[in-house]
């Protein structure tokens, strides 16, 4: 007996109709689809997805109910009238094909996971750029809005979007193109499986586990300098580390460089039971990740290899940990180009060097101490704010009596 999918997607498009001929066999209808998508009625897509409707349209056979809806939001929240003005204005001249989709949930699901607009808003501003990139759109070339309706037991998003430019080459041909409307079945299927783990634990637990190993393991940065192993690989970063360029983790210039970085992440690891302990917990909870998803996988029959998650969260662990490392080299050779003409004497330099090693990492770690306390400041203030909002919606709806 096959189960109902938690998350179902699905997503068309509307090619411009400029250029095509009154003979090609799908030209009435899309011109019919482009004055409603695109605005050119006064019943159009932004409307029905503001205010709902008792038709059939073409998206989905609704069951007739009164059509319920938050209100219309994009990447930065609610859209007042007139933002609402101004993508009608967008999507009424624009020469894009228009995408337009539905993001469905099973009805239990839904209620659970995406009931109400700042769960699905936070779905949508996470969980859909994702979505683009993997279908080589460039997010930050795309206008979208989005709705959450309740008009049948299921809970469902509907989403629009287009391109505001063409950035894509055509082979022997002059000029750019907007992106190619046709999506992958494969794009699809992972998004759904995306969603669904985002909205069942929206990486609270990853987040966190990352974040306590990647503490611990600044605070034990200073402490393995004791051990003359590590105290002579870490000089070897420092003489080795390109002095131009981009040189974080990640960049071209530090290809030649990763393996030694890694070799000290793991040294200082290994080095102290709290740190390995935690990295082992971490690992843990992305393979666990990784069974859940090659479950939705079975279900949905779809190859595991293309979404499963661990070696990426590994490499981004190793990347973040060998940052910590390269900012700490960073300020040490700085502080080491200020005394270098204080002394000749070499006994004298070496014990500089092992005491300013320490003490420099020490100010690079409290730095950046600084700067992760500020962000997560900033995010309290910000999840505080929805609650706010939240709560008067609950007031708004007679849930909640004052």
Same mark, same amino acid.
């Given at each position: 007996?096959?189960?109902?999918?938690?998350?179902?997607?699905?997503?068309?498009?509307?090619?411009?109709? =400029?250029?095509?001929?009154? =003979?090609?066999? =799908?030209?009435?209808?899309?011109?019919?689809?482009?004055?409603?998508?695109? #605005?050119?009625?006064?019943?159009?897509?932004?409307?029905?997805?503001?205010?709902?409707?008792?038709?059939?349209?073409?998206?989905?056979?609704?069951?007739?109910?009164?059509?319920?809806?938050?209100?219309?939001?994009?990447?930065?929240? +609610?859209?007042?009238?007139?933002?609402?003005?101004?993508?009608?204005?967008?999507?009424?001249? !624009?020469?894009? *094909?228009?995408?337009?989709?539905?993001?469905?949930?099973?009805?239990?699901?839904?209620?659970?996971? #995406?009931?109400?607009?700042?769960?699905?808003?936070?779905?949508?501003?996470?969980?859909?750029?994702?979505? +683009?990139?993997?279908?080589?759109?460039?997010?930050?070339?795309?206008?979208?809005?989005?709705?959450? &309706?309740?008009?049948?037991?299921?809970? &469902?998003? &509907?989403?629009?979007? #287009?391109?505001?430019?063409?950035? /894509?080459? /055509?082979?022997?041909?002059?000029?750019?193109?907007?992106?190619?409307?046709?999506?992958?079945?494969?794009?699809?299927?992972?998004?759904?499986?995306?969603?669904?783990?985002?909205?069942?634990?929206?990486?609270?637990?990853?987040?966190?586990?990352?974040?306590?190993? !990647?503490?611990?393991?600044?605070?034990?940065?200073?402490?393995?300098?004791? /051990?003359?192993?590590?105290?002579?690989?870490?000089?070897?970063?420092?003489?080795?580390? *390109?002095?131009?360029?981009?040189?974080?983790?990640?960049?071209?210039?530090?290809?030649?460089?990763? &393996?030694?970085?890694?070799?000290?992440?793991?040294?200082?690891?290994?080095?102290?039971?709290? !740190?390995?302990?935690?990295?082992?917990?971490?690992?843990?909870?992305?393979?666990?990740?990784?069974?859940?998803?090659?479950?939705? #996988?079975? /279900?949905?029959?779809?190859?595991?290899?293309?979404?499963?998650?661990?070696?990426?969260?590994?490499?981004?662990?190793?990347?973040?940990?060998?940052?910590?490392?390269?900012?700490?080299?960073?300020?040490?050779?700085?502080?080491?180009?200020?005394?270098?003409?204080?002394?000749?004497?070499?006994?004298?330099?070496?014990?500089?060097?092992?005491?300013?090693?320490?003490?420099?990492?020490?100010?690079?770690?409290?730095?950046?101490?600084?700067?992760?306390?500020?962000?997560?400041?900033?995010?309290?203030?910000?999840?505080?704010?929805?609650?706010?909002?939240?709560?008067?919606? +609950?007031?708004?709806?007679?849930?909640?009596?004052?």
């Amino acid at each position: 007996m096959e189960t109902t999918p938690n998350v179902n997607f699905f997503i068309h498009s509307v090619p411009n109709v =400029n250029g095509m001929g009154i =003979n090609d066999k =799908n030209y009435l209808e899309y011109v019919k689809l482009r004055k409603f998508y695109g #605005c050119e009625q006064s019943y159009n897509i932004v409307q029905y997805v503001k205010d709902g409707s008792e038709k059939k349209i073409d998206i989905v056979d609704y069951s007739g109910k009164k059509e319920k809806s938050r209100g219309i939001f994009d990447k930065n929240g +609610l859209c007042n009238d007139k933002k609402l003005i101004d993508i009608r204005q967008l999507f009424r001249t !624009t020469k894009s *094909p228009i995408w337009y989709g539905l993001i469905s949930f099973e009805e239990l699901f839904g209620k659970k996971y #995406c009931g109400n607009y700042e769960q699905a808003y936070e779905l949508m501003k996470s969980a859909f750029p994702k979505f +683009l990139k993997s279908t080589y759109f460039n997010p930050d070339n795309v206008v979208w809005f989005a709705g959450l &309706h309740e008009n049948t037991d299921n809970m &469902h998003i &509907h989403f629009c979007f #287009c391109e505001k430019k063409p950035t /894509k080459f /055509k082979q022997n041909q002059k000029g750019l193109f907007f992106s190619n409307p046709t999506v992958s079945s494969t794009a699809f299927e992972k998004a759904k499986i995306n969603i669904e783990m985002q909205l069942k634990e929206n990486n609270y637990f990853i987040g966190n586990a990352r974040k306590e190993l !990647t503490t611990k393991f600044k605070e034990n940065l200073k402490h393995n300098l004791n /051990k003359e192993k590590n105290y002579k690989l870490l000089q070897e970063l420092i003489k080795e580390l *390109p002095t131009s360029g981009r040189t974080s983790y990640d960049s071209d210039v530090m290809v030649f460089l990763t &393996h030694k970085i890694d070799y000290y992440v793991d040294q200082i690891i290994k080095n102290d039971p709290k !740190t390995k302990a935690l990295f082992i917990t971490y690992l843990s909870i992305i393979n666990d990740k990784d069974t859940a998803i090659k479950e939705l #996988c079975k /279900k949905s029959k779809i190859d595991p290899n293309k979404v499963v998650v661990f070696k990426k969260y590994q490499k981004d662990l190793y990347r973040r940990l060998g940052n910590a490392v390269i900012n700490s080299i960073k300020h040490i050779r700085n502080e080491n180009a200020k005394i270098d003409f204080q002394t000749k004497n070499r006994l004298l330099r070496k014990r500089i060097d092992r005491k300013l090693l320490i003490n420099s990492i020490n100010e690079s770690l409290y730095l950046d101490e600084l700067v992760r306390n500020e962000a997560q400041n900033c995010f309290k203030d910000h999840m505080k704010k929805l609650e706010e909002l939240r709560i008067k919606v +609950l007031i708004e709806q007679g849930v909640i009596e004052l």
